[in-house]
């Protein structure tokens, strides 16, 4: 016997509903515990894989879930990640070192004689970025 749209639809919202509810309660008690990923993924796989109670479909949403945020927090930490740097201009002349900003630059664009840059500074995270710069100047007799 055929099932009306009507019934189908109230099978499905109560299908969805019932996961939701799996989803929920299995994410709250891994994230009230304080684990690791690999401990996250034991834990789902050694005590809701057993239990009738929880399908293998929110099982699996919430395997996704895990791994989607701990991707993201890897790829925050990644790019929040910075390295210092604070060089005298006398070793980015010589050529020991290589600073992010061409020192032709501070005459030629901004119009500050060289003799009178003591030290550049900056910051640059992992992947590249420069996060920002700082000129020292010699100070004045």
């Given at each position: 016997m055929r099932k009306s749209k009507e019934e189908y639809v109230k099978n499905v919202r109560d299908i969805t509903i019932?996961?939701?509810?799996?989803?929920?309660?299995?994410?709250?008690?891994?994230?009230?515990?304080?684990?690791t990923l690999i401990e996250k993924l034991q834990y789902l796989t050694d005590f809701f894989g057993k239990d009738p109670e929880f399908s293998k479909e929110a099982?699996?949403?919430?395997?996704?879930?895990?791994?989607?945020?701990?991707?993201t927090d890897n790829l925050q930490?990644?790019?929040?990640?910075?390295?210092?740097?604070?060089?005298?201009?006398?070793?980015i002349i010589n050529g020991d070192v290589r600073c992010p900003l061409p020192l032709e630059v501070i005459p030629n664009h901004m119009g500050i004689n060289l003799s009178s840059v003591k030290?550049?500074?900056?910051?640059?995270?992992?992947?590249?970025?420069?996060v920002n710069l700082m000129i020292h100047?010699?100070?004045s007799p």
């Amino acid at each position: 016997m055929r099932k009306s749209k009507e019934e189908y639809v109230k099978n499905v919202r109560d299908i969805t509903i019932e996961l939701v509810r799996q989803v929920t309660i299995m994410e709250t008690q891994l994230n009230s515990a304080g684990f690791t990923l690999i401990e996250k993924l034991q834990y789902l796989t050694d005590f809701f894989g057993k239990d009738p109670e929880f399908s293998k479909e929110a099982l699996n949403i919430v395997r996704s879930n895990i791994c989607k945020e701990n991707e993201t927090d890897n790829l925050q930490r990644r790019y929040m990640e910075t390295q210092k740097y604070h060089e005298e201009v006398s070793d980015i002349i010589n050529g020991d070192v290589r600073c992010p900003l061409p020192l032709e630059v501070i005459p030629n664009h901004m119009g500050i004689n060289l003799s009178s840059v003591k030290s550049i500074e900056w910051e640059k995270r992992t992947d590249g970025q420069l996060v920002n710069l700082m000129i020292h100047f010699t100070p004045s007799p």
